[in-house]
Each structure stands twice: as C-alpha cells, then as structure tokens.
C-alpha cells in the first residue's frame, strides 16, 4: 500500500485560492483511482473530488466549477486546486487510494491530511 501525505493547507480569505498536494511514497501509476476527501468539525469526512487513471473526474456539487483535481503520474503527485474559496470549504482535507464508480476510500487508512481555513 503507497503512502499517502498531504500538504498545501492554510488560511485563506474567503474568495481566494489554494492548492493543494498528496506525495506518494511509490507510484501511483498503478492505482486506478485516487480522491480528495474533506471532514469539518462536528461533520463526517465527505468525498470532495476523485480522478481515475484514465482522466476521468468525479466532484461532489458544493466545489463543481471551483475546484479542479490532477495527477502527475511522473511526479507520483495528486493535486486539488481550489479557487473561489467560502467558509464551508474550512476543513481537514485528505487524499486516499479511491474505488472507482463509488468513490470510497479503498482502505481504512488516514494520513494527518492538511487544514484549510477559510475566514471572511
């Protein structure tokens, strides 16, 4: 199983933009499908976009048309960038090794994932 590790949070005012990063420790050439979860306080962690390794895209309505995820196979890299930012995206975000079509986390396993905040 690859390591995954999260990075690129922060603070950002409401309307600004972030990117960020999952690192593999392997390649990730070979997995088939990989997501970008977020849990708020108080809420359950909730898919927020995934790609497969054909280029296909999948994002929960809330972040359509601000959010846009990639990956760079060459670089072993999962990317979120995150454009237009409200308060509701405050949250820990965290990347996973996802099933394709129901977009669930293929393991019981979390990294440490990465806080954004967003203030007004």
């Known amino acids: 199983q690859v390591q995954l590790v999260e990075s690129g949070g922060g603070l950002v005012r409401s309307g600004?933009?972030?990117r960020l990063s999952c690192a593999a420790s392997g390649?990730?050439?070979s997995i088939n499908a990989m997501g970008w979860y977020r849990q708020a306080p108080g809420k359950q962690r909730e898919l927020v976009a995934?790609?497969?390794?054909?280029?296909?895209?999948n994002y929960v309505d809330s972040v359509?048309?601000?959010f846009t995820i990639s990956r760079?196979?060459?670089?072993?890299?999962?990317?979120?960038?995150?454009?237009s930012l409200?308060?509701?995206d405050t949250?820990?975000?965290?990347?996973?090794?996802t099933v394709p079509g129901t977009w669930q986390p293929r393991y019981d396993s979390?990294?440490?994932?990465?806080?954004?905040?967003?203030?007004s």
């Open 16 to 18: 600004g933009s972030l």
């Open 27 to 29: 390649s990730i050439a």
């Open 50 to 57: 995934a790609i497969t390794r054909g280029g296909r895209t």
């Open 64 to 66: 359509k048309g601000r």
């Open 72 to 83: 760079d196979n060459a670089k072993n890299t999962m990317y979120l960038q995150m454009s």
């Open 86 to 88: 409200k308060r509701e």
């Open 91 to 97: 949250a820990v975000y965290y990347c996973a090794d």
């Open 110 to 119: 979390w990294g440490q994932g990465t806080q954004v905040t967003v203030s």
